[in-house]
T-cell receptor
Framework: DAGITQSPRHKVTETGTPVTLRCHQT?????MYWYRQDPGHGLRLIHY???????DKGEVSDGYSVSRSKTEDFLLTLESATSSQTSVYFC??????????????FGEGSWLTVV | SQQGEEDPQALSIQEGENATMNCSYK?????LQWYRQNSGRGLVHLIL?????REKHSGRLRVTLDTSKKSSSLLITASRAADTASYFC???????????FGQGTELSVKP
């Protein structure tokens, strides 16, 4: 296991409510990522972080915000959940990002249903 | 839009046969990686090939990369039922240390 814990693993929430997903790592890796996985779309990058307080947008960042106040924690927040945000969310980590050939290590996923 | 596109979307073979999956991408890359995902689980890294490499092997896996065609293939030889999973290619395009994934190929290996 890559030392990544996602919480909660399963959540059902109502439209319009805020939701926060947490990713915790024990590897002290610099890079952390949030992806969502949907049928027909594969994995799409939402946001990523390259250090404490350093974050950037991915392909599908609208409706999501992130925060990284500590190396080990990367939070994904849905400010006002919509049904289109029903998905499986994966956190991933990487020592120095992927430019130098580092791989990324995935958590086990968080299943979110917005009703 | 997705950087990587896998082909086929689904593949069903018998145990012992070879499985070939293809990936095409749109922009220049630093490296291309293949990942595997078992049902209900996270993705696991299989193999990485750099842009200056043409072929790489790891056990029963063989990856090729053709940068002129912007395509890669993953070959699994002598497949086993345990190889049943979804396989994804992912490209690093030198844009901030992140990977862009394709939609995946769902491989089913029948015993």
């Amino acid at each position: 296991d890559a030392g990544i814990t996602q919480s909660p693993r399963h959540k059902v929430t109502e439209t319009g409510t805020p939701v926060t997903l947490r990713c915790h790592q024990t590897e002290n890796h610099r890079y952390m990522y949030w992806y969502r996985q949907d049928p027909g779309h594969g994995l799409r990058l939402i946001h990523y972080s390259y250090g404490v307080k350093d974050t950037d947008k991915g392909e599908v960042s609208d409706g999501y915000s992130v925060s990284r106040s500590k190396t080990e924690d990367f939070l994904l927040t849905l400010e006002s959940a919509t049904s289109s945000q029903t998905s499986v969310y994966f956190c991933a980590i990487s020592p120095q990002g992927t430019v130098s050939g580092n791989t990324i290590y995935f958590g086990e996923g968080s299943w979110l249903t917005v009703v | 839009s997705q950087q990587g596109e896998e082909d086929p979307q689904a593949l069903s073979i018998q145990e012992g046969e070879n499985a070939t999956m293809n990936c095409s991408y749109k922009t220049s890359i630093n490296n291309l990686q293949w990942y595997r995902q078992n049902s209900g689980r996270g993705l696991v890294h299989l193999i990485l090939i750099r842009s200056n490499e043409r072929e790489k092997h790891s056990g029963r896996l063989r990856v090729t990369l053709d940068t002129s065609k912007k395509s890669s293939s993953l070959l699994i030889t002598a497949s086993r039922a345990a190889d049943t999973a979804s396989y994804f290619c992912a490209t690093d395009t030198n844009q901030g240390g992140k990977l862009i994934f394709g939609q995946g190929t769902e491989l089913s290996v029948k015993p």
